[in-house]
């Protein structure tokens, strides 16, 4: 499985971004997903994640209640809609992937098998 982040930039704080991640092949429910990020300097760190079968989604705290993901599955598709952005929020965000994840190690980077090439998001104040 091959993923790919795009979606994003450049955005003033308080702004807004929605990155897309593409799978090269249709995953089913029994997936689980999630969008980590790095900034400089920094070790990757969980951002959220949707949990295969039970549907569950997990976030970090830092983005409660300003980021959300989703997924569509028919479309082998998956988002990180960002909302209300602070200059924290700059890093590069990556997509992961994994058939074997379960619901304590979501937010874990080593349960992922698979990652995409990370997308730069930079939030200017």
């Known amino acids: 499985v091959q993923l790919q982040a795009s979606g994003g930039g450049l955005v003033q704080a308080g702004g807004s971004l929605r990155l897309s991640c593409t799978f090269s092949?249709?995953?089913?429910?029994?997936?689980?997903v999630a969008w980590f990020r790095q900034a400089p300097g920094m070790e990757r760190s969980f951002v959220a994640g949707?949990?295969?079968?039970?549907?569950?989604?997990q976030y970090a705290d830092s983005v409660k209640g300003r980021f959300t993901i989703s997924r569509d599955n028919a479309r082998n598709l998956m988002y990180l809609q960002m909302n209300n952005l602070g200059p924290e929020d700059t890093a590069v965000y990556f997509c992961?992937?994994?058939?074997?994840?379960?619901?304590?190690?979501?937010?874990?980077?080593?349960?992922?098998?698979?990652w995409g090439l990370g997308t730069q998001v930079t939030v200017s104040s």
């Open positions: 992961a992937a994994g058939s074997t994840v379960i619901l304590s190690s979501l937010a874990s980077h080593s349960a992922y098998a698979y």
């Open positions: 092949e249709r995953l089913g429910s029994s997936w689980s």
């Open positions: 949707s949990h295969r079968n039970s549907g569950r989604f």
